[in-house]
């Protein structure tokens, strides 16, 4: 069990000892190989377990950079710094989300510590643990809920054998679809390790 003295060393606030003990029982991150490696994934995600709403406030050029193949040129100025139709439009039609006119995009856009987004996510996590997350998706966005996404993403997509392998890249891959952070996720994970062993 992780405790809220490690939490503190670890820049962590101690609302967080309940929820990551209760996920990590839950999921299966039962050794510290694997709870230190889910720690600093998370942290890494979730800026140290701080932001667990995605932030899609993006200004015109940022906009064009990430998601330009999403919109006609002409269009980028007018969804710019309007987070929920950047989300309608980013995230229409995939992941079981309906088209950009149905609002699903937003609903559903990315919460907890690794960002579930998506309409069938939502779902499949909120059947895992008894809740109905499509018709209520804010409580992924609290400590608890956050946690579980999380340790739900990561039993669902084989996070603990990668971690068991000190596989670092490929669980990045895993979370991050790439290597986005890599340096820092391995570093908060070694020092969740010294921490908690």
């Known amino acids: 069990m992780i405790t809220s003295s490690q939490l503190h060393a670890l820049g962590i606030g101690p609302e967080w000892e309940q929820p990551l ?3 990590f029982k839950r999921f299966g991150i039962d050794d510290v190989r694997k709870q230190a490696a889910f720690i600093g994934q998370c942290s890494h995600e979730s800026n140290h377990f701080r932001t667990l709403e995605e932030n899609l406030n993006y200004k015109a ?3 064009e950079r990430l998601f ?3 919109f006609k040129p002409e269009e980028i100025p007018q ?3 309007q987070p929920q139709r950047i989300a309608n439009r980013i995230y229409a039609n995939r992941m079981g989300n309906r088209d950009e006119a149905s609002g699903d995009g937003w609903l559903y856009h990315g919460r907890g510590v690794i960002q579930l987004t998506g309409h069938d996510n939502f779902w499949h996590f909120g059947q895992s643990v008894g809740m109905d997350f499509v018709k209520n998706p804010a409580p992924v ?6 946690a579980m996404s999380g340790g739900w993403f990561w039993s669902t997509h084989g996070c603990n054998s990668l971690a068991e392998a000190e596989n670092w890249e490929g669980l990045t891959r895993r979370i991050n679809g790439g290597t986005i952070g890599i ?3 391995i570093a908060l994970t070694k020092r969740a ?3 908690l062993s």
């Open 21 to 23: 003990n209760d996920t």
């Open 61 to 63: 050029a940022t906009l």
């Open 68 to 70: 330009g193949h999403k």
């Open 79 to 81: 969804y710019a710094n």
């Open 141 to 146: 966005a609290q400590p608890l809920y956050a």
């Open 183 to 185: 340096n820092e996720r």
């Open 193 to 195: 390790l010294d921490i």
